[in-house]
C-alpha cells in the first residue's frame, strides 16, 4: 500500500507511523513529502501534527515559508504543551537562516497579542530569542512589551528572552529592566530576573 495513500486513513496511529516512514524513505528536500507533512501539520490529531513537525524539521529545506507557516500555526495549539514545545523548536531549523530572519520574526511578534495564550506566547518569545541576532531592534521592542504582561508566564519568557537579545556591552537598560522583574509579585519572574541577571554578569 502507498505510504501517501496511509495519510488520508481514519485511524491517526496509521496516519502517524506514515509520515514517520515518508521521511524515512525519501530524500531531504522531496517537495511531495514536504507538502504532505505541511498538510498533516493541520490534522486533527495532535500527535500527527508533532510527526508532521518533525518531518518538515528533517526535509524542508531552509527558507520554505509554508513549512514555517506551519510551525508557526502550531504554536497556537496551546492545548497541546509537546506540540507547542515541537514547533518552536522546528523553527530555527525551518528559518531561512539560523540568526536574523526577520519575516519569520515579525510572523513571531504577530502572535503576541493580548489575547494569545500564555504557552503560545512564551514558545514564541523563546523563539524569538534564538532567530534573532543580539541587538535586534524589533525583537526587543516586542519583548520589552511582553514584561508589561498580565502573565506572570509570559513575563518569566520575557526575562529570560531579553538576556539573550542584549548586546554584550549595551546592559544597563536590560539590568534596570530585570531589577524591576525582582519587585514582581510573580515567584517565577523573581526567578527569572535572578537567573536572567546572573547571566547577564557572567563574563
Request: hydrophobic share 45%.
Amino acid at each position: 500500500e502507498d505510504v501517501h495513500a496511509r495519510l488520508s486513513d481514519s485511524d491517526p496511529l496509521v496516519r502517524q507511523t506514515a509520515l514517520q516512514m515518508l521521511g524515512q524513505l525519501v530524500e531531504v528536500g522531496d517537495a511531495a513529502a514536504v507538502a504532505a507533512s505541511i498538510a498533516a501539520a493541520r490534522d486533527d490529531s495532535a500527535n500527527v501534527r508533532i510527526q508532521a513537525l518533525e518531518v518538515l524539521t528533517d526535509l524542508a529545506e531552509r527558507g520554505n515559508e509554508l513549512a514555517i507557516g506551519a510551525a508557526i500555526r502550531c504554536l497556537s495549539y496551546y492545548e497541546n504543551e509537546r506540540l507547542v514545545k515541537t514547533a518552536q523548536l522546528a523553527l530555527p531549523k525551518l528559518a531561512a537562516q539560523e540568526k536574523g530572519d526577520s519575516e519569520t520574526i515579525r510572523k513571531l511578534i504577530e502572535l503576541l497579542g493580548e489575547r494569545t495564550h500564555f504557552r503560545t506566547a512564551v514558545a514564541a518569545l523563546g523563539a524569538v530569542a534564538q532567530l534573532a541576532e543580539e541587538g535586534d531592534q524589533q525583537a526587543l521592542t516586542a519583548v520589552d512589551v511582553q514584561l508589561e504582561s498580565r502573565s506572570d508566564m509570559i513575563r518569566a519568557a520575557a526575562m529570560r528572552a531579553l538576556v539573550v537579545l542584549t548586546p554584550r556591552g549595551d546592559t544597563d537598560g536590560a539590568f534596570a529592566c530585570l531589577s524591576e522583574g525582582l519587585g514582581d509579585p510573580s515567584m517565577e519572574v523573581q526567578r527569572a530576573a535572578v537567573q536572567a541577571m546572573a547571566e547577564m554578569a557572567s563574563p
